[in-house]
């Protein structure tokens, strides 16, 4: 399996917009593994194609303390079923130190595919739920300081190309 490198705000390839997956072959598990490795290395729970560069509809997942749970998720879509708005304080593999609260739905019904095409649905909440939103937005350009005021969002850009620019001189 092969690290592959995240990428960070304000990278203007976040906000690419991911296509939907027709070929569900060894590439395609390819990608979905090296991206499993990837998350469990930067210690994250979730992960979208997004993120390494691949504009194609993929999440994986994996929620567990021991890492043996993995959720493989294809051209993923949701449907609220309950629309109560509940506050989750969220963290990003692409905008490393920052933390936003999110308003996010209480409950959802995921549409999607596993790794071989086959149809699959979800119900999930709670954090599961959460991770399944947040993945999703950054699948359609969305990210985590869209959801913070424009003075913070300014902050935090500024903090991360200052730290981005610190790597690239040492």
């Known amino acids: 399996m092969n690290r592959l490198n995240i990428l ?13 997956i027709t070929s569900f072959d060894e590439d395609l598990q390819k990608k979905a593994e090296d991206m499993l490795f990837t998350m469990y290395e930067d210690k994250g729970i979730g992960l ?12 994986v ?8 749970d993995p959720i493989f998720i294809v051209n993923p879509s949701y449907e609220v079923l309950d629309d109560t708005q509940e506050i989750s304080k969220e963290g990003c593999l692409s905008i490393p130190t920052f933390q936003q609260e999110v ?6 019904e995921l549409s999607y595919q596993n790794l071989k095409g086959e149809s699959e649905k979800l119900i999930a909440d709670g954090l599961l739920g959460y991770c399944i939103q ?4 950054h699948l359609n350009g969305k990210l985590l300081v869209d959801y913070a005021s424009s003075l913070k969002r300014g902050r935090i850009k500024e903090k991360l190309t200052k730290m981005k620019d610190g790597k690239n001189k040492g």
Do not use: G, M, N, Y
């Open 134 to 137: 947040h993945e999703i937005d």
């Open 103 to 108: 308003p996010r739905a209480k409950e959802i």
């Open 48 to 59: 979208a194609a997004t993120q390494v560069d691949i504009h194609e509809r993929l999440i």
């Open 8 to 20: 960070t705000f304000p990278d203007p390839r976040l906000r690419k917009k991911a296509s939907t």
């Open 61 to 68: 997942i994996d929620l567990s303390e021991d890492r043996s």
